[in-house]
C-alpha cells in the first residue's frame, strides 16, 4: 500500500516560532507537494517539487519556505508563523514522468496547526 | 485562467437517496479531470477520472462524464450510503504547467 507519512497530526504553536512540517513517502515519487487546506477555499499549492533539491513556488508561497535533500522527504517551512498561516496542511507526492503528471496524487493525513 | 467551481454544501440526503454534486471548470485545451473524496480525518483519496471529452469515470458507484460541451464534470451515484459521508473535490490538470486546480469541495452528509 502505497504510503505518505506528516509526522504531525496537531500542533499548537506561537507567533514568531519556526514550525517544520515533515513528509515522508515510501513510493519512490519523483514529485512531493504541499497544500493549505482552509474551509470555502478548497486546496491551495503553497510548493511542490520534481527532485531531489529543487523546488517551485505553488500559488500561495509567501511565508513558507520547503526543503528536499532526500528523494523521499519534503518539509515545509514557517519561519516565523503568524495567526494567518493557522490551517490544515496536506503533502502529497505523484508519479511523473517527463514533467507531465497522471494527476493522481497521493495525500498524508494532514498536519493541523494552530498558530496563537 | 484555469479553474474549477462546485456546489456549495454540505449537502444533506437520505440513505439511498440519488446524489449529484455539480461542477464546472474553466481551461484553455483540454484538461484531464478528477473527483477526490476526504473522508472524516483523514487525507484526500481519487476517486475517479476522466482524460479526454465523453469519457467516463466511475467507481464505488459513483460515476462522472466529462462533458465538453457545458464544461462539466458533475458526481453522481444511485444510491448513498452512510459510508459516502464525505468532502468532495471536484479537480483539473492542465498538463502545459503539471499543476492541479481544486475546487472548494462539497461536504456530504448521509442520514441514516
Known amino acids: 500500500d502505497v504510503k505518505v507519512t506528516q509526522s504531525s497530526r496537531y500542533l499548537v504553536k506561537r507567533t514568531g516560532e519556526k514550525v517544520f512540517l515533515e513528509c515522508v513517502q515510501d513510493?519512490?515519487?519523483?514529485?512531493m507537494f504541499w497544500y493549505r487546506q482552509d474551509p470555502g477555499l478548497g486546496l491551495r499549492l503553497i510548493y511542490f517539487s520534481y527532485d531531489v533539491k529543487m523546488k517551485e513556488k505553488g500559488d500561495i508561497p509567501e511565508g513558507y519556505s520547503v526543503s528536499r535533500e532526500k528523494k523521499e522527504r519534503f518539509s515545509l517551512i514557517l519561519e516565523s508563523a503568524s495567526t494567518n498561516q493557522t490551517s490544515m496542511y496536506l503533502c502529497?507526492?505523484?508519479?511523473?514522468?517527463?514533467?507531465?503528471?497522471?494527476?493522481?496524487?497521493?495525500f498524508g493525513e494532514g498536519s493541523r496547526l494552530t498558530v496563537l | 485562467g484555469n479553474s474549477v467551481t462546485q456546489m456549495e454544501g454540505p449537502v444533506t440526503l437520505s440513505e439511498e437517496a440519488f446524489l449529484t454534486i455539480n461542477c464546472t471548470y474553466t481551461?484553455?485545451?483540454?484538461?484531464?479531470l478528477f473527483w477526490y473524496v476526504q473522508y472524516p480525518g483523514e487525507g484526500l483519496q481519487l476517486l475517479l477520472k476522466a482524460t479526454k471529452a465523453d469519457d467516463k469515470g466511475s467507481n464505488k458507484g459513483f460515476e462522472a462524464t466529462y462533458r465538453k460541451e457545458t464544461t462539466s464534470f458533475h458526481l453522481e451515484k444511485g444510491s448513498v450510503q452512510v459510508s459516502d459521508s464525505a468532502v468532495y473535490f471536484c479537480a483539473l490538470l492542465y498538463s502545459s504547467a503539471s499543476k492541479i486546480i481544486f475546487g472548494s469541495g462539497t461536504r456530504l452528509s448521509i442520514r441514516p
Open positions: 481551461a484553455t485545451g483540454y484538461p484531464s
Open positions: 513510493m519512490d515519487h519523483e514529485n
Open positions: 502529497a507526492s505523484s508519479l511523473l514522468g517527463g514533467g507531465e503528471s497522471t494527476g493522481e496524487l497521493f
